[in-house]
């Protein structure tokens, strides 16, 4: 007999957990990915996790946990590199270039980087809760953060000064 109550937590979470998807792989596509090898996990574990009463906890952890570890899988394969456009002038799409100038800097990051911004900034984690989830000390979470915001505003410095970064 099928058990409906994973089906339901599916439903119920899985706008929120393409939010968390999309805010660490930076793209709807590999984003996906992402959710599915997920949730085939949380399904492995339904009984559990249900058991133990914190599904989105287990689902949240386990995706942070594949997307950290998804390097080792793609290893080998040749990097993706990004079309430039030139853009001539300012125009009425300007939230939508910084929103795509914010999403490639994060791209850019480090994966520690980029998950304690996420975990952070998204799930508003505080810095003991992120090193638990990362295995990590406080410090270093707080180091990763500092680095990680540093080399967001050099590059979007350097984006939005028209490639000519400055001090």
């Not at 990097?79 to 300012?90: H, I, K, S, T, Y």
């Not at 480090?110 to 799930?123: E, H, K, M, N, S």
């Amino acid at each position: 007999m099928p058990d409906h109550s994973f089906d339901e937590f599916v439903r119920a979470t899985l706008p929120a957990l393409r939010r968390y998807a999309y805010a660490l792989t930076g793209s709807a596509g590999p984003g996906d990915d992402l959710i599915q090898d997920t949730l085939v996990k949380v399904a492995g574990a339904w009984r559990r996790v249900r058991r133990d009463g914190n599904p989105v906890a287990y689902a949240k952890t386990a995706m942070l946990n594949t997307y950290l570890s998804a390097w080792r899988a793609r290893r080998g394969r040749p990097e993706l590199v990004p079309l430039d456009v030139d853009r001539a002038g300012p125009d009425s799409y300007g939230t939508v270039d910084l929103r795509d100038q914010l999403r490639r800097a994060m791209a850019s990051l480090p994966r520690d980087q980029r998950a304690v911004l996420v975990l952070g900034f998204l799930d508003d984690l505080s810095d003991d809760q992120m090193a638990a989830m990362l295995r990590r000390r406080p410090a270093t979470v707080r180091s990763l953060r500092a680095r990680g915001l540093a080399a967001l505003r050099r590059q979007l410095t350097t984006e939005t000064m028209g490639g000519v970064a400055h001090a």
